[in-house]
Nanobody
């Protein structure tokens, strides 16, 4: 069993920044890649960013590349998502998830455990 708890969401003006955190427990965190996904109102959940178990490799959706940065601290069992230059279209519930042992980083079906999500609201 794995528990993931996201935090750091909130209301921010367009152009502002937020840093999301995802604290993990119950699994050897450093053995697994992690991902961030988001789901806006009336939209499907979509890939945002992912990071390999070591942190050496990162992956981003084209819509956030250059603005968002994913990182991890294996000593703290935590993965982060630094979000800069936020836009109204970034508003969504953001979820972190653990990736299965193999498969594309970009596909939602390759992630098994999920957090409860944290709301990000961006005002224009």
């Amino acid at each position: 069993q794995v528990e993931l708890v996201e935090s750091g969401g909130g209301l921010v003006q367009a152009g502002g920044s937020l840093r999301l955190s995802c604290a993990a427990s119950g699994r050897t965190f450093s053995n697994y890649a992690m991902g961030w996904f988001r789901q806006g109102p009336g939209k499907e959940r979509e890939f945002v960013a992912a990071i390999s178990w070591s942190g050496d490799n990162t992956y981003y959706a084209s819509s956030v590349k250059g603005r968002f940065t994913i990182s991890r601290d294996n000593a703290k069992n935590t993965v982060y998502l630094q979000m800069n230059s936020l836009k109204p279209e970034d508003a969504a519930v953001y979820y972190c998830a653990t990736r299965r042992a193999s498969g594309s980083y970009f596909l939602i079906r390759n992630y098994d455990y999920w957090g409860q999500g944290t709301q990000v609201t961006v005002s224009s």
